[in-house]
């Protein structure tokens, strides 16, 4: 192949290459774009008089801080957001203590019916989660009634039945699955037990699995709406979604308020998200087991 040739298969190349990255840029640019869009113009119309908010102005003449002041006040949002929050961390660390344990027993232990139980489960994931409002409704009502706690506009029916995720405890597993034999059987002639290997070995090269149910856990918990509504018929234990859905009614008109308490309902996540990109990252790198 002479010199020429080569170089114009080198020229094809580079072309192709080019004429690929661009379409892919381009269309992750306009994908970017179209998710960032709307969050841009609900934090501007949050910092816009109603006037502005009214006629479609695209940024405030002056920045209305005292919106959100407006709008945590009368949404009453103090008591939602830390209803939220309780009910968050009560349902992570719930999740969190019966995913781990259970991913463990299926990637770990043998036990009759393991790999059934395990299909069974996992059959489970392509179930539409409405589908199961009805059922869940009924077995807390009916724990409720037969049990020492009540259940309805309490946290339980907030909280335990969303502590047995499926795919929490499947994510888990196949993380825990590809941990070496070599250092189960090295823990056992130490005389270490299923527990203390879970505890000491697992778990701590587990991170990035365990950071990323941590995550998607509470942000789950924090958006919950229809089930609370169900559940739940004063604000006693109502999280922030509910508080910011009536409130949407309460505010009518006014649409620089409403986006307001949208930002404020939001503004949890969105820390959460940077507080943990960067640990998400490191775990990653940090779980990779050599040899």
């Not at 940024?59 to 008591?79: C, G, K, Q, V």
């Not at 969303?162 to 499947?170: D, K, L, P, R, Y």
């Not at 919950?224 to 109502?238: C, D, E, F, Q």
């Amino acid at each position: 192949m002479s010199a020429d040739t080569k170089k114009d298969i080198s020229k094809q190349y580079r072309i192709r290459r080019f004429i690929g990255n661009f379409i892919l840029y381009s269309v992750l640019i306009v994908g970017a774009i179209i998710a960032v869009l709307p969050f841009l113009w609900m934090l501007s119309t949050s910092l816009m008089d109603l006037g502005e908010a009214i006629s479609g102005a695209l940024l405030p003449s002056t920045p209305h801080w005292d919106n959100y002041i407006t709008a945590w006040r009368e949404a009453n949002f103090s008591h939602y957001f830390f209803n939220s929050l309780e009910i968050s961390l009560i349902t992570l660390a719930g999740e969190l203590t019966f995913s781990i344990l259970a991913a463990y027993a299926f990637a770990r232990m043998k036990f009759p019916g393991k790999d059934l139980i395990f299909g069974i489960m996992l059959g489970t994931m392509m179930i539409p989660g409405m589908v199961l409002i009805i059922p869940n409704f009924l077995t807390v009502t009916w724990l409720g009634r037969v049990g020492p706690i009540k259940w309805i506009n309490n946290w339980p029916a907030l909280t335990i039945p969303f502590m047995g995720n499926v795919f929490s405890i499947f994510l888990l597993r196949q993380f825990f699955a590809q941990i070496p034999d070599d250092l189960f059987d090295a823990a056992q002639i130490d005389g270490a037990s299923h527990w203390q290997f879970l505890r000491m070995v697992v778990v701590p090269l587990s991170k990035a699995p365990i950071l990323v149910i941590t995550v998607l856990s509470f942000i789950g918990s924090w958006n919950a709406l229809a089930w609370p509504l169900l559940v739940t018929n004063s604000p006693r234990w109502r999280p922030i979604a509910v508080g910011l859905f009536q409130f949407v009614d309460e505010a009518g008109s006014e649409l620089n308020l409403q986006m307001a308490g949208a930002v404020i309902t939001i503004i949890p996540i969105l820390l959460i998200y940077f507080l943990t990109q960067r640990q998400f990252t490191e775990s990653i790198a940090r779980s990779g087991l050599k040899g």
